[in-house]
């Protein structure tokens, strides 16, 4: 079992920045990439960032790319998620969740990929 806990969500000016965080429990995270997802309100569950197990590579939307920076400190089971000129329309529920393979990533974007989930932390960006 893993238990994932977001934090760092807020409210925040358009343009403003956030840096999201995830903790893991119980088992590690450090063999398992990791991802970023997000829904809002009437919005089907979003992709928006993951990172493989050692960080080597990172997978962004295009949506968030050049904006949003993913990375991991496995030493502290944590992941993160530094989201700067944030915008209106990232405002949303943002999850993180552990992918279901270890050592490798297949379809990182897929949500079907990931076994386990984070309640999720609210971000909302007024105009």
């Known amino acids: 079992q893993v238990h994932l806990e977001e934090s760092g969500g807020g409210l925040v000016q358009a343009g403003g920045s956030l840096r999201l965080s995830c903790a893991a429990s119980?088992?590690?995270?450090?063999?398992?990439?990791v991802g970023w997802f997000r829904q809002a309100p009437g919005k089907d569950r979003e992709f928006i960032s993951a990172?493989?197990?050692?960080?080597?590579?990172?997978y962004y939307a295009d949506v968030v790319k050049g904006r949003f920076t993913i990375s991991r400190i496995n030493a502290k089971n944590t992941m993160y998620l530094q989201m700067n000129s944030l915008k209106p329309e990232d405002t949303a529920v943002y999850y993180c969740?552990?992918?279901?393979?270890?050592?490798?990533?297949?379809?990182?974007?897929?949500?079907?990929?990931?076994?386990?989930w984070g309640q999720g932390t609210q971000v909302t960006v007024s105009s």
């Open positions: 969740a552990k992918n279901r393979l270890a050592w490798v990533v297949r379809d990182p974007m897929n949500p079907d990929e990931y076994d386990y």
């Open positions: 990172i493989t197990w050692n960080g080597d590579r990172t």
């Open positions: 119980g088992r590690t995270l450090s063999i398992h990439a």
